[in-house]
């Protein structure tokens, strides 16, 4: 078992202008170990990035405890904070819309580290160069600015601004929902890449199972601002047991739709043959 990075405890969260003052996020826990990927799955209005933000403390919680390496970041000074934000980073939904349009990629690059005092103006240049080759760019696009770049270019760029204060937890917020197909595949075996050699944890929000399924150790399924079912991913994806998460697995495509009608079938006349147990 991986030591616990990230322990999320009974964190609730409730916005002003809620209907009938329903949480957004309601007595959450969940736990993400160091190296290891959490999904967080759900659809829209779930409180999945509720539950992101409550972590990065870009809110503040009602209640409960959200605990980095032991330390409550609800607790910590502004001085503390901006220490231990160096050790968790975000990846956000739309890549364009997170990156300054005016900066040319390498200053984007490089801001955390002019953000923290990080070495001097060579160094942070020599970094960002080999941040842009980690993620799989030509150090000629250090030159360019967001509009000249497709949207998974983009994300590449803001994953290398993610990493360059050298975090060991990335927040990934539907990282990849806003790219096509292909692309997506490729920035997820960037991100899977990035955590063999890192050793990176990461917290993966998405509403798409079957990302979920690829990436992920452990999954947490949300719904209505609650986690409804925790299990690692072989777990939840061969036994589901709460009925949300299996009304969801039925509502992912299938490449091969006659064989899972087929399958569906086998498990229904065998739960038809099958006794009751025993009270």
């Known amino acids: 078992m991986s030591a616990v990075l990230l322990d999320v405890r009974g964190v609730s969260k409730t916005y002003p202008h809620a209907v009938d003052g329903q949480r957004a996020v309601d007595s959450v826990s969940v736990s993400v170990g160091a190296g290891r990927t959490l999904g967080v799955v759900g659809e829209s209005g779930s409180g999945k990035s509720t539950l992101a933000r409550c972590v990065l403390r870009l809110t503040d919680i009602d209640a409960g405890e959200v605990l980095f390496d032991g330390q409550d970041v609800h607790a910590l000074g502004r001085s503390q904070l901006r220490r231990l934000r160096r050790r968790m980073q975000v990846v956000f939904q739309d890549p364009h819309g997170s990156l300054n349009r005016r900066q040319k990629v390498g200053d984007i690059v490089a801001a955390p580290l ?11 240049a020599a970094r960002a160069r080999e941040l ?3 993620v ?6 250090l030159a360019r600015r967001p509009a000249e770049l497709s949207g998974g270019q983009a994300q590449r760029v803001a994953i290398a601004r993610a990493l360059a204060l050298s975090p060991e937890l990335l927040v990934l917020d539907e990282a990849v929902s806003a790219l096509d197909v292909s692309v997506q595949a490729q920035v997820l075996n ?4 990035l955590q063999g050699e890192l050793g990176l944890a990461y917290l993966f929000i998405s509403h798409d199972l079957s990302i979920v399924r690829y990436m992920c150790h452990d999954v ?3 719904r209505r601002g609650q986690v409804v079912e925790r299990a690692t991913r072989e777990e939840l994806f061969s036994r589901p047991h709460h009925d949300y998460t299996q009304a969801l697995m039925r509502a992912v495509p299938v490449a091969e739709p006659t064989r899972e009608r087929e399958r569906r079938e086998r498990e229904r006349r065998l739960a038809a043959t099958t006794p009751p147990a025993a009270a």
Request: charged share 20%; proline share 4%.
């Open 136 to 141: 799989g760019l030509p150090q000629a696009f």
């Open 114 to 124: 002019a953000a923290h005092g990080v070495g001097d103006k060579a160094s942070r």
């Open 220 to 222: 947490a399924v949300m």
């Open 132 to 134: 842009v080759e980690l």
């Open 190 to 193: 960037l991100l899977k890449r």
